[in-house]
T-cell receptor, first 113, second 114 residues
């Protein structure tokens, strides 16, 4: 079945450091891929998405490229800020059946000044 | 535009009691989802509605969980009787339609079963 494997955390970085959070997926066909973010005390928010191979999703300085050959969708940011501290979830949405979202386990990022 | 509303935000009950959660999706969104997020895990879909019909409830523990969306707008999720392992955050999300890529999530209801 469809699934997402996400880099385990927690991850602690200093401000302005480079961030990578790994995500790989298993799916039938060509799913859409997402990164959601959950800030402390808030609900899940869509951060970025990509709907086909080689697409790059980007938002708020974050980027992720849909790599079909490696079944990956790694999240990157060149210079993190304290305000990026949150839990990040990789997710996929199949394009058959009920089109449900499947989430990874989440990666907690803490950015220290 | 108002977001997805959920209530209550927090609930503490004893095992074997019943509990109900309410969700009001974004106006005009035909598709509504309920997720269960256990601490340290990603959200897991419990049930998906398209208007007032169930699209997928394959992961819903039907012996104790039930959900309805009678008029195709608001939805309630009920647990009866609750077990300790039901302690989790229950998230409601909505989207314009089943083929719409983006789901919008509410703040969730945090349930603690003692």
């Amino acid at each position: 079945g469809d699934s997402v494997t996400q880099m385990e955390g927690p991850v602690t970085l200093s401000e302005e450091a480079f961030l990578t959070i790994n995500c790989t997926y298993t799916a039938t066909g060509y799913p859409s891929l997402f990164w959601y973010v959950q800030y402390p005390g808030e609900g899940l928010q869509l951060l970025l998405k990509a709907t086909k191979a080689d697409d790059k999703g980007s938002n708020k300085g974050f980027e992720a490229t849909y790599r079909k050959e490696t079944t990956s969708f790694h999240l990157e940011k060149g210079s993190v800020q304290v305000s990026d501290s949150a839990v990040y979830f990789c997710a996929l949405r199949g394009k058959t059946g009920a089109n449900n979202l499947f989430f990874g386990t989440g990666t907690r990022l803490t950015v220290i000044p | 535009e108002a977001g997805v509303a959920q209530s209550p935000r927090y609930k503490i009950i004893e095992k074997r009691q019943s509990v109900a959660f309410w969700c009001n999706p974004i106006s005009g969104h035909a598709t509504l989802y309920w997720y269960q997020q256990i601490l340290g895990q990603g959200p897991k879909l419990l049930i998906q509605f398209q208007n007032n019909g169930v699209v997928d409830d394959s992961q819903l523990p039907k012996d104790r969980f039930s959900a309805e969306r009678l008029k195709g707008v608001d939805s309630t999720l009920k647990i009866q009787p609750a077990k300790l392992e039901d302690s989790a955050v229950y998230l409601c999300a909505s989207s314009l339609g089943r083929n719409e890529e983006t789901q919008y999530f509410g703040p969730g209801t945090r349930l603690l079963v003692l």
